[in-house]
């Protein structure tokens, strides 16, 4: 694995459906993101890890959730799908938190909720 | 509220010159980034600017001023492959990035 790696690449979900979005880095990195793109609008930030074992709300938090077992892992959890969850997800990373470093990105999941 | 403003959309010629407009207003300013984003991609890292003034780098140049809430990301030399959207974010008193919407250029032959 070479930087952040997302899977699946996409995805079509029936409306009420658990899903579970992979995102994983090898770059040691503390802090992990997840963001939401849509048409016409910038990214959102749905939620955020400092760090392993820690977790913050984003912009967009509602009906999404995220674990952080371990610094290369960061999950991101849709309950029960709604179609205005359609969206393309981007996972993150930088170094360090509360620091101005670049994030870097993965190849995003396109997800299609039906 | 926090807000970010750039043009949606800008065309312009193989071989010339473009400028991308950003003006933001944020809850308070830690740095301000531009990325570059080709269809179907993830963002990738083009500059960053904390202090006022301009940081060049390659045909890619950055003007920043934060008495304004303004800046710019200057394309020379433009190419093809140079097609792609272009996406303004403030680092605001957090650390948390603000986005704004993006602006595509379309480069013509």
């Known amino acids: 694995i070479a930087g952040i790696t997302q899977a699946p690449t996409s995805q079509i979900l029936a409306a009420g459906r658990r899903m579970t979005l992979r995102c994983t880095q090898d770059m040691r990195h503390n802090a992990m993101y997840w963001y939401r793109q849509d048409l016409g609008l910038g990214l959102r930030l749905i939620h955020y890890?400092?760090?392993?074992?820690?977790?913050g709300k984003g912009e967009v938090p509602d009906g999404y959730s995220v674990s952080r077992a371990n610094t290369d892992d960061f999950p991101l959890t849709l309950a029960s799908a709604v179609p205005s969850q359609t969206s393309v997800y981007f996972c993150?990373?930088?170094?360090?938190?509360?620091?101005?470093?670049?994030?870097?990105f993965g190849p995003g999941t396109r997800l299609t909720v039906l | 509220g926090q807000n970010i403003d750039q043009p949606t959309e800008m065309t312009a010629t193989e071989g010339a010159i473009v400028q991308i407009n950003c003006t933001y207003q944020?809850?308070?300013?830690?740095?301000l980034f531009w990325y570059q984003q080709h269809a179907g991609e993830a963002p990738t890292f083009l500059s960053y600017?904390?202090l006022d003034g301009l940081e060049e780098k390659g045909r890619f140049s950055s003007f920043l001023s934060r008495s304004k809430g303004y800046s710019y990301l200057l394309l020379k030399e433009l190419q093809m492959k140079d097609s792609a959207s272009y996406l303004c974010?403030?680092?605001?008193?957090?650390?948390?990035?603000?986005w704004g919407a993006g602006t595509k250029l379309i480069i013509k032959p």
């Open positions: 993150a990373s930088t170094p360090t938190s509360g620091s101005t470093n670049e994030q870097f």
């Open positions: 974010a403030v680092m605001d008193s957090n650390y948390q990035l603000i």
């Open positions: 600017n904390v």
């Open positions: 890890s400092n760090t392993a074992g820690t977790t």
């Open positions: 944020t809850s308070g300013f830690n740095g």
